[in-house]
Nanobody, 119 residues
Framework: QVQLVESGGGLVQPGGSLRLSCVAS????????MSWYRQPPGKERELVAA????????NYADSVKGRFTISRDNAKNMVYLQMNSLKPEDTAVYYC????????????WGKGTLVTVSS
């Protein structure tokens, strides 16, 4: 059974940090590009950061460049999102997504973890 399970969300003050984790199971993790998306309240889901299957390349939304870092550990089937200098506008449900590196539309989503940035 394919699963992506996010963790690490919570309430944090502006300027603080959080590290999100996503553990994958049920598929060959190293064959998949991984990404983090977020959906702020009342808004559409948006791409935050992505990393290729081998971890050789990353890209970020302009709004998080220099503050967030995506990484992965293929030996542990894990992908991470280190979030620093958090702002209230970073408040959202954060989702982990897996895309097969060669097979179009073979995509899996996690159920999300809520991050709230507020004083």
């Amino acid at each position: 059974q394919v699963q992506l399970v996010e963790s690490g969300g919570g309430l944090v003050q502006p300027g603080g940090s959080l590290r999100l984790s996503c553990v994958a199971s049920g598929f060959i993790f190293s064959f998949y590009d991984m990404s983090w998306y977020r959906q702020p309240p009342g808004k559409e889901r948006e791409l935050v950061a992505a990393i290729l299957s081998a971890g050789s390349s990353t890209n970020y939304a302009d709004s998080v460049k220099g503050r967030f870092t995506i990484s992965r550990d293929n030996a542990k089937n894990m992908v991470y999102l280190q979030m620093n200098s958090l702002k209230p506008e970073d408040t959202a449900v954060y989702y982990c997504k897996a895309d097969h590196r060669a097979v179009l539309m073979r995509t899996y989503w996690g159920k999300g973890t809520l991050v709230t940035v507020s004083s």
